[in-house]
């Protein structure tokens, strides 16, 4: 099928698709759940950062595959007793998405994992020539019939702008997303540069394309301390990605100061606009070879950050029970489910 026939045929017909997901179900790469078994959920997490390829070409580089795997598994094991019940791995095409790898960990550790389709910012030449129709083909593809010859299928799309700004083959993944997300229903999550505002950028073109702001989580809103951006947003009807939380530990916004925006952002009626996560990953091949080791020994907790550390604090700060539950397993379920 040649990509523009595959344009007509999964763009062309974005109401039979939308029938295609019931509505309550979300995909994880175990097969479909009902939303409210997801739980606890950190939606914005990464098993592995990479580059396309990688680990098909070098499995060596991370210690070998098996290996790998066992370390991971060994270690959602912990998330999961610490009560973690799923993560979003947020881990697109370029940067090294390995389903059947996510799949294995899921199975062996027993927590659900929920694949993305979509593009970070590092595309290939062949991607680079695609139009926007043809990129939400793609991601469609892999929304409605599976990712990479397998049956698992993607159960959120992730689209990302940097300070570079929105170049143009960012803007056309952004659309390309937007297209897909209704013609599917399933929603958007973003990587997006708070200190240049690029989250509004990015609503700009998801309201364009006619998205409803209900349906994407605008990511990484904790990294610059601007309440005027991220309760903009969150009063434009966006989710509010507070999940950058361990970065906090080096960078001049505290991770405290990010977690009493959190707090903020519940007083001020957004708490059905939350998310909190970690962005966070068991290897690392985008940086220096000692980039994991200095990200570990900086934040020795890992994927558990925010259960160890923000939520002790956000209850410390007078933030309720009822509050961090919409937060972690309300707003999940809501949004991955496609509930209203």
Known sequence: ???????????????????????????????????????????????????????????????????????????????????????????????????????????????????????????????????ADELGSFFTLEIQHGIEGTDIRAGVIKVATDPEGVTPFLEKALKGAARASKATGIPITTHASSFDRMGEKQAAIFEAEGVDP???????????????????????????????????????????????RIKQLIEAGFVERIFLSNDWFFCLSLAATDGQQKMDAMNPDGMLFNTRKTIPYLKELGVSDAAIRTITVENPRRFFGGAA
């Not at 209900?214 to 301390?225: E, M, N, Q, W």
Request: hydrophobic residues 35%; proline residues 4%.
């Open 1 to 131: 099928m040649s990509a523009s026939v595959a344009a007509g045929v999964y763009l062309g017909r974005g109401e039979a698709l939308a029938r295609g997901r019931p509505r309550g179900i979300v995909q994880t790469v175990r097969g479909p759940v009902d939303a409210s078994k997801l739980g606890f959920t950190l939606p914005h997490e990464h098993v592995c950062a990479s580059s396309a390829g990688y680990w098909q070409a070098w499995p060596e580089y991370f210690g070998g595959r098996a290996s790998f795997i066992s370390n991971v598994v060994e270690k959602l094991k912990t998330a999961k007793r610490e009560g973690v019940d799923t993560i979003v791995d947020v881990t697109t095409i370029d940067t090294g998405r390995d389903v059947r790898l996510l799949e294995e960990v899921s199975r062996k550790s027993g927590l659900q994992i929920v694949a993305c389709t979509g593009h970070w910012l590092d595309p290939s030449m062949s991607m680079k020539a695609r139009t």
């Open 214 to 260: 209900s349906r994407v989580c605008i990511g990484h809103s904790d990294d610059s301390d601007n309440w005027e951006y991220m309760s903009g947003l969150a009063k434009r009807g966006y989710t509010v990605g507070m999940d950058h939380l361990p970065l906090g530990l080096r960078q001049p916004v505290t991770w405290q100061k990010r977690a009493e």
